[in-house]
C-alpha cells in the first residue's frame, strides 16, 4: 500500500510540474543600458542578436552593447561600441562574427569572453547598396558559411549577392523581378531547408511580396525562386520569422 501511494504522489507531482510549465511568461526584471549617448543618439533598437552556447547576447542602436546572460539578469559587458544604426543583422556564432547592411557589408568580431566587440572590416557590393542580410551556416565548418545580401538597385529590380565569409568577398548576384526593388524588415533564412526570404515593402503599384531565393553550396550561382502576395494593397509587414518542423530541430 506505501508502495502504491508514493506512485500516486509521483504521478501527481509530474503533473504539477507539467503544469507548472505550461505558466504564462512573467518579467523576471530589467537591466539598464549605460551610458545614455546623444553624440550620436543612441536611437531606437531595431535589431538584436544571441549567442547561446557562450552565454551573450547584444543589442544595437546606434551603439551595440553586449550582455552575459548566463546569470539572473543581463550583465552588461565594459562599454558599448559605437556601430550605426540597422534594421536586421546575421550573427555567425561559430566563426565570431555578426554581420551588419548599411549600405555596404559590416563585419564585427564578437570578442571572446569578456573582450569588447571591435569592427573587423567593410565590404562595398557591387550588386548595390546593401539592405538586409541572411546567412547560411548549416554547415559545422564555419569555412563554408556564406551571406546573402539585399543590394537594391535605383529604379532597378533589387539583387541578392552572396558573400563567401571565410574570404569575406563578394561570389556574384542574382537579379530579381520587376517591382521588386523596395526592401525593408522581414529577411528570415532556413538554413537547413536552403532558402532564404526576403520582404518588400509596398509601392503605390504593388502589395507587399516575399520573395524566396534558393542557397547554394560554394560557389555556385544564387537562384530567385518566386514571390508570394501578402496582401491586395500596400500594407507594410516589419517582421517575420521561420518555424522548423521537428524534425529540423536540433
Known amino acids: 500500500m506505501r508502495f502504491c501511494f508514493l506512485l500516486v504522489v ?31 543618439d543612441d536611437k ?12 551573450y547576447a547584444y ?37 565570431g562574427y555578426v554581420y551588419f547592411a548599411g549600405s555596404t557589408l559590416r563585419r564585427y568580431a564578437l570578442g571572446a569572453g569578456s573582450n569588447p566587440v571591435t569592427s573587423a572590416g567593410v565590404l562595398a557590393l557591387t550588386a548595390g547598396t546593401a ?3 541572411v ?24 539583387r541578392v549577392a552572396k558573400v563567401a ?16 526593388t523596395n526592401f525593408l524588415f522581414g529577411s528570415v533564412v532556413d538554413a537547413r531547408k536552403g532558402y532564404a526570404y526576403f520582404m518588400t515593402a509596398p509601392s503605390s503599384n504593388a502589395s507587399p511580396q516575399v520573395v524566396k531565393v534558393k542557397l547554394t553550396p560554394g560557389t555556385n550561382a544564387r537562384v530567385r525562386i518566386g514571390a508570394a502576395n501578402l496582401n491586395s494593397v500596400g500594407t507594410f509587414i516589419d517582421g517575420a520569422s521561420v518555424v522548423f518542423s521537428p524534425s529540423q530541430r536540433s
Request: aromatic share 8%; charged share 10%; net charge negative.
Open 10 to 40: 509521483g504521478v501527481v507531482m509530474a503533473g504539477f510540474a507539467f503544469l507548472a510549465s505550461a505558466d504564462n511568461p512573467q518579467r523576471i526584471g530589467h537591466t539598464t543600458l549605460t551610458p545614455r549617448h546623444s553624440s550620436p
Open 135 to 158: 546567412l547560411d551556416d548549416s554547415d559545422a565548418n564555419p569555412a563554408n558559411h556564406y551571406a546573402y545580401v539585399l543590394c537594391t538597385v535605383s529604379a532597378s529590380p533589387a
Open 131 to 133: 539592405a538586409s542580410v
Open 165 to 180: 565569409l571565410s574570404t569575406f568577398t563578394e561570389l556574384g548576384s542574382v537579379t530579381l523581378n520587376a517591382e521588386e
Open 44 to 55: 531606437g533598437m531595431y535589431t538584436a542578436f544571441i549567442d547561446p552556447t557562450n552565454g
Open 59 to 95: 543589442f544595437v542602436g546606434s551603439y551595440l552593447f553586449k550582455l552575459d546572460i548566463t546569470g539572473n539578469l543581463p550583465v552588461q559587458v565594459g562599454p558599448a561600441t559605437n556601430t550605426g544604426q540597422f534594421i536586421n543583422s546575421a550573427i555567425d556564432a561559430a566563426a
